[in-house]
């Protein structure tokens, strides 16, 4: 008892409060925090490559991080837009509005992009990590966005980020828009000059990273060998097709390690926040069975970028103040399939002619009209005018389009977006959280696996696959325990774990629990 009350006197002349001493415990928030999101990363082919990685890559963050092994998506259908946004702020279209790259205006009926002609993410309804970061701090962080294509840019930004920039397809030089600045600070107009694709001279073709990547294919179903690889970027294409090659991340890295430098990201105690996108998709997507040597060195290319990246970061800033989280995009682009060769059950459901067909049944209930105004993917957006003038509720149209179309060849289920409102089945959870009502249509129409969705109009075409796409979550650096979880978790829940990490709120629509 003597020596507590001797310990307490030595606290208290040296002017030392347990709450201090509390302090000093409690592991300071990360200074920066780098959320890469890979378009198109897969678990299967991320392991297939791995006796090509090096030693600072993939093999590092999988040994020495948190990795979650068995993620994906709590919605679909997804694409790079949607999944962005849902990385972001950490919940589903549903809730944030971005349902995919396009959606179709009600009033217009004409197609909408994600980011709108002026390039500005008002098509996001939700908070953002990067934007709650900017309202705990009162504006003191800093928040950047860094892709090759806008749409990644944007959505993973927000709307109060410092600089959202990605690769012009017309010119190759990193560019942003007016709503994030009226132009670009000094150090990118120099970088712009020097290493951005339009005036680098050292990445102007394509080919296999070392020998071993461009020789032994670790595709091993594939019944041809294919070649060497080398592909010349040159035309009015040049720059959309590099920015689906494995040479686009090396110019991501570049800038994300500048722009680290240049704006002082992790110099002070107010955390900053930086997301950038790296590619793993097909080349100029192609189906993988006529590019599995370029996907392979894509692959390899990717591991290489990252581990630099990560190094490059962790100079700057310190080991101990930076928090690396890695995830996908949690798609893949659709594959050709013969399925018709090996009597795979296959077929095509034409979007339009079905939708004439729903309009004829329609009319011979009702009268004549056009019940049914556009057909947009797998959605068909019924005439609501008209059914409030002929006073046909909504409800019973759904119901007698949900009854005839079903009958149709091909088709697995309809939903009505009355039936996605309203429904608490776990069957079509998925389905219901990649709907939003203010972008989708009336009815939505799945095709069974195997089966074809093809819309005349603009000759869009969707293969129907049920498979599951599996990809991880890697949380590396600041303090984090290594480990691996096999427990299935969804993507969603980066975002509130982020923001557990540095101490402020989830964004104002995220629901979902922290990971650990």
């Excluded at 990547?213 to 040159?234: L, M």
Aim: proline share 4%; net charge negative; hydrophobic share 35%.
């Amino acid at each position: 008892m003597r020596n507590k009350y001797i310990y307490i006197t030595l606290l208290a002349i040296l002017g030392i409060t347990p709450e201090m001493m509390a302090q000093n415990n409690i592991q300071h928030a990360p200074r920066l925090v780098v959320n890469i999101t890979i378009d198109q990363l897969r678990s299967d082919y991320l392991e297939a490559f791995s006796p090509l990685y090096g030693a600072d890559g993939f093999k590092k963050l999988l040994q020495q991080g948190l990795v979650f092994y068995n993620s994906n998506f709590p919605f679909s259908p997804i694409d790079r837009a949607s999944a962005t946004a849902s990385v972001a702020t950490g919940t589903t279209p549903y809730y944030h509005s971005i349902v995919g790259e396009k959606w179709l205006n009600r009033e217009t009926l004409c197609p909408v992009y994600c980011a709108g002609e002026d390039m500005k993410p008002d098509g996001l309804s939700t908070s953002t990590i990067g934007d709650e970061l900017k309202v705990a701090t009162e504006g003191k962080a800093k928040v950047f966005s860094i892709a090759p294509f806008d749409d990644a840019a944007i959505m993973s930004a927000g709307h109060a980020a410092d600089g959202a920039f990605w690769i012009d397809d017309r010119n190759g030089l990193w560019c942003t828009s007016p709503y994030y600045a009226l132009q670009l600070p000094a150090w990118l107009l120099l970088f712009n000059e020097t290493q951005s694709p339009a005036w680098d001279k050292t990445r102007q073709s394509w080919e296999p990273a070392f020998e071993l990547s461009g020789k032994f294919n670790y595709f091993q179903h594939s019944a041809n060998a294919q070649k060497p690889f080398k592909h010349k970027f040159s035309g009015a294409n040049r720059i959309a097709q590099l920015k689906t090659s494995g040479i686009i991340n090396a110019y991501v890295t570049d800038m994300a390690s500048r722009c680290v430098a240049q704006e002082a990201l992790g110099g002070d105690r107010v955390t900053d926040y930086l997301t950038v996108n790296y590619y793993a998709g097909t080349f100029n997507h192609q189906p993988v069975s006529e590019c599995q040597i370029e996907l392979q060195d894509t692959y390899v290319r990717l591991d290489s970028e990252v581990g630099r990246l990560v190094s490059e970061v962790q100079e700057i800033v310190g080991e101990e103040n930076v928090l690396f989280v890695i995830t996908s995009t949690g798609y893949s682009d659709a594959e050709s399939a013969d399925y018709e060769k090996y009597r795979i059950p296959t077929g095509t459901f034409y979007m339009n002619r079905s939708a004439n067909l729903l309009n004829m049944y329609m009319g011979a209930i009702w009268g004549q009209g056009r019940y049914i105004e556009s057909c947009f993917h797998n959605q068909m957006f019924l005439n609501q005018k008209l059914l409030e003038s002929k006073r046909i509720s909504l409800t019973d149209a759904c119901q007698r389009a949900q009854e005839f179309l079903t009958q149709l060849s091909g088709v697995r289920n309809v939903y009505s977006s009355l039936q996605l409102l309203t429904s608490t089945s776990e069957q079509i959870l998925k389905v219901r959280n990649g709907y939003n009502p203010t972008r989708c249509g009336d009815i939505l129409i799945e095709v069974s696996p195997g089966w074809k969705l093809f819309n005349e109009d603009n000759q869009d075409t969707q293969l129907s696959r049920a498979s599951f796409i599996q990809f991880p979550i890697i949380f590396y650096g600041a303090g984090t325990q290594a480990g691996r979880i096999n427990d299935h978790v969804t993507a969603d829940r980066i975002a509130p774990t982020i923001a557990k990490s540095i101490r402020i709120r989830a964004p104002n629509a995220c629901s979902s629990e922290p990971l650990f």
